[in-house]
């Protein structure tokens, strides 16, 4: 009896020993992706000014992402708060924000394409990647309006890391955008908005974090673990796609209901709502000519 009790305390012992071990080695390997600094030549590029662009970069702040993370008045939202994934919120973009002093149109670029703060580090969360893949005319549109923004005064919520994300970010799950960026060889599109496929291939980079690049959809890696799978946006018959009209899909983006009256996950980021006519039946236009795939085929 007292050999076995002594066997059952080292066995426990042990396994408390692996767990802290384990949670040493994911607490150190996930600080060093986030505190690790991206040296990156950032390429300037012209920077429009007039109201024309401020309007176009205000529509592209507005359906691109960048309100649903830094608030409707880009002083700070809230991205995620809770104990697995950590407290996350989008910054305070407006001279309101004392660490917004002096920033630069290069410190723009570099946090939207490359990824990367001025203090250098990978930016967690935002899909640099996606913009990354902005042509000039975009970015520079972009950081036109963000200049115009008002100041408000609001202080930053400091960012602090969940148990779930520090695990994502140590085994590979979820990579940082400027840790999959190539940072030296970015080759900026050129494009013009109309309603074709080739727009709407364009666009449809901001949909691949989640759908996948295939778009076939299925687990969202780069999401905590309860989030819903994302769905099959190619016509095939293990999605609902195959089935959609046009106006199904702008109804789907702009309202967030699918056809049968269901409404979608917010998961599903309410910021693409904000796209014009051109931009959805670009979308649409591209989406089918997916080739066909089953859905989580990526
Ligand atoms: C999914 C959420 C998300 C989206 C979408 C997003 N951001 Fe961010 N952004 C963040 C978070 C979170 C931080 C702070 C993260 C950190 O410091 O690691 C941040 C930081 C920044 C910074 C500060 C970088 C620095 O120098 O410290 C800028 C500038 C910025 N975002 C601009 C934008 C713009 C412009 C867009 C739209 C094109 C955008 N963001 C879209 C979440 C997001
Ligand atoms: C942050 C992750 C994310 C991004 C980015 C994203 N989606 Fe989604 N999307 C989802 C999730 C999750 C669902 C499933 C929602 C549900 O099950 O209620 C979804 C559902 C949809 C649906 C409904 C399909 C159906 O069969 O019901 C459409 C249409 C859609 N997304 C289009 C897009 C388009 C177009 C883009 C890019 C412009 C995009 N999504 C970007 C996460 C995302």
Redesign the pocket.
Known sequence: MKKLLKWLACTVLGLVGLIVIGAVIVYVSSNAKLTRTHPVAVQPIAIPTGPEAVKRGEH??LS???V???GKDFAGAK?MDDGAMGR????N?TPGSA?MAG?TDL??V???RHGV???G???????SEE?SKLSDADVGA?VAF?KTLPAVERADVP?SFGPVSRVLLATGKMKLSADVIDHAHLVPPVVTPAVTAEYGKYLAVACSGCHGPNLSGGKIAIGPPDWPPARNLTPHATGDLAKWTEADFFRAIRASQRPDGTALSPVMPRGFAAMNDTELGALWAYLRTLPPVATGTR
């Open positions: 592209l702040a691109r992402g960048c649903d993370c830094h991205v996350i919120y989008g910054r973009l660490a920033y410190d723009w570099r946090a939207i703060a001025r203090d580090h990978g930016v967690f969360i935002m899909p913009y972009l963000m960012l």
